[in-house]
């Protein structure tokens, strides 16, 4: 049982979220062409497309290398007896802390992104919604799920 | 029980086709669109068919088919009441066979329907733990009926002898549901739309009725007319709050029974009965409007789980709709097992930056385009802008507050109204604490506690209290133990 320390998630994470920062590029570049296309045809105004454009390109480090590497560093996980704790966020840092007894499943998925870097996302439920720990490499997520569920026994009072 | 009774199929009350009318209409909201386009496509490759007689003749073959489908499911939907069971058979193309077993059993509400009246009887409603479709609605049955089922269902369950084993009740008195009714938000709603009808009437009548109108007005009510027509507005909608109050809270009765369970019945046409077990309790919140606070009324709300798909959207239950508050706080204990923590903690003097400063600044920045681009006569209401947030965020600064004991967690928040959440250990389902970096400097966090309520969850959160606290109410979240 990882008991104690925090863990980081898997380092592949920061290659899947660059993928990711490149997909929401092309949505970006997809939006600024449609705009110019309504700015040569409509006649809209030319400075919403040029802000569109600042945005766009002032957005690309932060997609392409800041964010990834600020979420990697900042994401941790801790798995417990009692507990499954989880640190998260860059300007709101938040901790989430979710007890043992009220996990009523977990699942392990994988998304065609993750699928490429052989990396799963598992979802705790709770009766009162469920959080996410993604980017973890396949052995890795199967033995949290597996300690997960050992640990999580649903008693009648706990709901 | 009588032991031919156990394998007697039985049927609902034929009047209960209707119910099963009204489901097959609501099933099937999500194909109407067909309908409109069925007329087109007979419309156009018909040619010289009329279409009043298309709509007409589709309109009946559609009234049929549910007519004819309520039919069905009534004839398909029977049950069978064992000796610690009920079987429920239903569904037309897809058969349905549930075994209703007392452990399964969340709660067994009950309510007499208008239509109930006419026949005398009554519609069951079983809720049980757990599935996609846990409820099971027993629609128009007798009362002899109901009584045989809930001695059926019930002569299994817990029989955990309660604290307080003498049927405790409360009764909402005639003179406090008028009251309850003229504080009510619902006298405000009915006011604004008497007024929105009579402005649309001004905006889409022509000057010759206008003026029948109002001459007519002021020849019944002489020079004061406007004075006497804004009272009769509000007198009648006093009156239409009124009507609603007592249809959804006329004799509200709160009762807990020997097993510990909590009853109520309410309702004036449709009579309500619910029956809500203690394990069933998240969190109870305590309401306080502010004219309610000012004459020392509160609310009382359950959250409590649901697992009916009619009751998804509400999160809560109303325990006390209108009561005394220091009454209220008093039988909180007896009634749920709930307690409010005595001594409250207040935010520190370091958080007023949150609440005042900053909202201030944001009305600043707000009044400015206010200021340049509102018509002169009217920009100085900008200031009001800053100064009313500043107020309403010193009121949020006073209302915070905190306690935790060995068994409950007290929050209290809100800015008009005070809203006070108090939760029971063990019943936390996660908590999340987070900080910001302004909040960092300060030794401020903000923490967020959610329970369960039905499908949905709930969450109560208070922002700016000292990290100390904060993470004391983190770390509470973690004992599991009741």
Redesign the interface.
């Known amino acids: 049982m990882n008991t104690g320390e925090f863990k980081k998630l898997d380092g592949k994470i920061v290659a899947v979220r660059k993928l990711e920062g490149v997909i929401t590029l092309c949505v970006y570049v997809s939006m600024i062409l449609a705009l110019l296309y309504f700015t040569i045809t409509f006649g809209w105004p030319k400075w919403i497309l040029a802000v569109t454009l600042c945005l766009a390109v002032a957005s690309v480090p932060f997609e392409l290398y800041l964010l990834p590497k600020w979420k990697y560093h900042l994401w941790r996980y801790r798995l417990s007896e009692?507990?499954i704790q989880i640190h998260k966020?860059i300007?709101?840092?938040?901790?989430?802390?979710?007890?043992m007894?009220?996990v009523q499943h977990v699942e392990a998925k994988q998304g065609p992104i993750l699928k490429k870097y052989n990396l799963y996302t598992v979802t705790l439920s709770?009766?009162?919604?469920s959080?996410d720990i993604l980017g973890l490499a396949e052995g890795t997520a199967d033995s949290i799920r597996k300690e997960i569920e050992a640990y999580a026994r649903l008693s009648?009072?706990?709901? | 029980m009588n032991k031919s009774d156990t394998l007697i199929k039985h049927r609902l009350h034929p009047v209960s086709v209707l119910y099963f009318i009204a489901t097959a209409i609501k099933e099937s909201f999500s194909f109407i669109w067909l309908f409109p386009l069925l007329v087109l496509c007979i419309h156009k490759l018909g040619g010289d068919i009329p279409a009043f007689l298309i709509n007409i003749t589709l309109g009946s073959c559609l009234i049929m088919s549910f007519f004819v489908i309520g039919v069905l499911k009534w004839r398909s939907f029977t049950y069978q009441i064992h000796e610690k069971a009920i079987y429920v058979e239903s569904g037309l193309l897809v058969v349905k066979k549930r075994w209703v077993q007392p452990d399964r059993i969340q709660s067994i509400d009950s309510a007499i329907r208008v239509y109930d009246h006419l026949f005398s009887t009554r519609t069951l409603t079983i809720e049980l733990a757990g599935g996609e479709e846990s409820g099971i609605t027993l629609s128009c049955i007798s009362k002899e009926e109901e009584q045989r089922i809930r001695t059926a269902l019930k002569a299994e369950t817990k029989d955990r002898p309660s604290e307080h084993a003498e049927d405790s009740m409360f009764q909402l008195s005639k003179s406090n549901l008028i009251l309850h009714s003229l504080l009510s938000p619902k006298v405000g709603i009915v006011f604004t739309l008497l007024l929105l009808g009579l402005l649309k009437y001004m905006d889409i009548s022509k000057e010759g009725d206008r003026d029948t109108l109002f001459t007519s007005l002021s020849g019944w009510f002489g020079p004061n007319w406007i004075m006497i027509t804004a009272v009769l507005m509000a007198i009648l909608s006093f009156a239409l709050s009124l009507l609603l109050t007592f249809a959804s809270d006329f004799q509200f009765t709160l009762r807990k029974n020997s097993k510990g369970e909590i009853e109520i019945e309410q309702g004036l046409f449709e009579k309500k009965k619910r029956t809500i077990g203690q394990d069933q309790i998240q969190a109870i919140l305590i309401i306080e409007r502010p004219i309610h606070r000012f004459l020392g009324y509160a609310e009382i709300k359950a959250v409590v789980i649901r697992n009916r798909s009619n009751e998804q959207s509400s999160k809560t239950v109303t325990l006390l709709p209108f009561v005394k508050k220091e009454k209220a706080e008093s039988m909180l204990e007896p009634f749920t097992g709930y307690r409010k923590g005595g001594h409250l903690h207040t935010l520190t003097k370091e958080a007023k930056i949150h609440y005042m400063v900053m909202p201030f600044i944001a009305g600043c920045l707000f009044a400015i385009p206010i200021w340049l681009f509102v018509p002169s006569d009217y920009h100085n209401l900008a200031a009001v802008l800053p100064l009313g947030l500043f107020s309403l965020g010193w009121i949020g600064y006073r209302m915070i507050g905190w306690n935790q004991s060995s068994r409950f967690l007290t929050l209290q928040y809100g800015i008009l109204s005070r809203k006070t959440a108090i939760m029971k250990r063990g019943r936390i389902q996660w908590a999340s604490l987070s900080q910001t970096f302004m909040q960092e400097r300060k030794n401020l966090a903000s923490i967020k506690l959610a329970v369960a309520s039905g499908k949905e969850n709930m969450k109560f959160s208070i922002s700016h209290i000292p990290i100390e606290s904060a993470a004391d109410l983190y770390q509470h979240a973690l004992k599991t133990k009741e």
Do not use: N, W, Y
């Open positions: 009692v507990s966020g300007i709101f840092r938040r901790k989430v802390l979710i007890p007894g009220k709770t009766a009162a919604g959080h009648d009072e706990q709901v």
